[in-house]
């Protein structure tokens, strides 16, 4: 019966009584050569531009059967390399230039490993498929260096952000941007309001908070609040300056004027010195027929005196004076 290869490492199994004078090499072989290859065997693969198969042979040297595959070359673009179908763990270090990653499957086409360029990976087939060798690591220390080409973010619950982005760590971590930022929209537990100097209002109610924001209102009762245009302040309000403006209403208890002349008309008042009438004059009093009660009214009709009152004690008695030659008539 012939010798048969063995199903993963391919070593040379003798059948019984197989290879008298020569089984001592071959014993040799598999165990100090191929055996150790698969244990700890190391060899440098010059990839070229294109995908790659390890090579795989029985009974002798190859590729496939080393522990450690160092892979050169120069690609162009990411390769593939693909193993025999068979149970396998390799360390594999992606030393290629050109910045591309190298992949690496079975023969069978099923799940596959991507090496980083310029990283060392630990990875396992069970035949079929290829899988990374580290997915968890109990009672690690890093002290140093950075750690890179994970192929999942590393989970809060495993001391990592679980993102990709700044944005998402900090979301994750409910921490929110430092300086200015609009990841704060809501404070919420705090034991004491926050200070005017930390952009708050040092009040838990909207009239403290507005009292705190305001100048300090002590001695200023009554007063109002005006702006410069950068600062507001307190002030009187002083109907001598531009505090006021405009006229006061007759309905509010002014003249509606700024000129005495337009606020006596408003009023409908008589001026006090020196005026011009013109329609009916009454006077307040007792009425005895047609004339008011008065001691002496004189009522001087010249030109340049329109009306001049006298009142002296005596009868009730008008008296016109300087009466114009032209036609004239009292009504």
């Known amino acids: ?15 019984t009584g197989e290879n008298p004078n020569t089984w001592g090499v071959i014993t040799n072989t598999n165990l100090g050569t191929l055996l150790e290859q698969a244990i700890a065997g190391a060899v440098t693969i010059a990839l070229p531009d294109s995908n790659y198969t390890l090579t795989n042979i029985n009974y002798t040297s190859d590729q496939a059967r080393n522990m450690i595959l160092l892979l050169t070359g120069t690609l162009t673009q990411a390769r593939t390399i693909t193993a025999p179908a068979v149970s396998k763990f390799y360390v594999i270090k992606n030393s290629t230039t050109g910045g591309n990653i190298v992949t690496i499957q079975t023969a069978s086409a099923g799940l596959s490993v991507n090496i980083p360029n310029g990283k060392t990976s630990l990875v396992y087939s069970d035949g079929t498929n290829f899988y990374n060798a580290l997915t968890s690591i109990q009672d690690a220390q890093i002290t140093g260096g950075t750690i890179g080409a994970l192929s999942a973010p590393l989970a809060v619950l495993d001391g990592g952000t679980g993102a990709t982005t700044a944005a998402s760590a900090r979301a994750n971590l409910q921490a ?12 919420t537990g705090l034991t004491t309001p926050l200070a005017i100097t930390s952009g708050g209002t040092g009040a838990t109610n909207a009239g403290a908070a507005r009292n705190n924001l305001l100048p300090t209102q002590t001695g200023n009762n009554g007063k109002f ?36 002349a337009t606020a006596l008309s408003n009023l409908g008042g008589a001026p006090t010195a020196s005026p011009t009438f013109t329609g009916t004059i009454t006077t307040n009093g007792v009425v005895r ?28 008695t008008f008296t016109f004076g300087s009466v114009p030659s032209q036609a004239f008539s009292f009504v």
């Open 225 to 260: 609040l005006t702006t410069d245009g950068s600062n507001v302040a307190w002030d009187a309000v002083d109907i001598s300056t531009a505090d006021v403006t405009g006229v006061l209403p007759v309905v509010n208890g002014g003249t509606g004027a700024s000129i005495a």
């Open 289 to 316: 027929g047609n004339v008011t009660a008065v001691s002496v009214l004189n009522i001087d009709c010249s030109q340049g005196n329109y009306f001049t009152k006298t009142i002296t004690t005596g009868t009730n």
């Open 1 to 15: 019966m012939a010798s048969s290869p063995s199903p993963i490492l391919r070593l040379e199994l003798m059948a």
């Open 176 to 187: 929110a941007q430092s300086g200015i930022n609009s990841d704060i929209n809501a404070l």
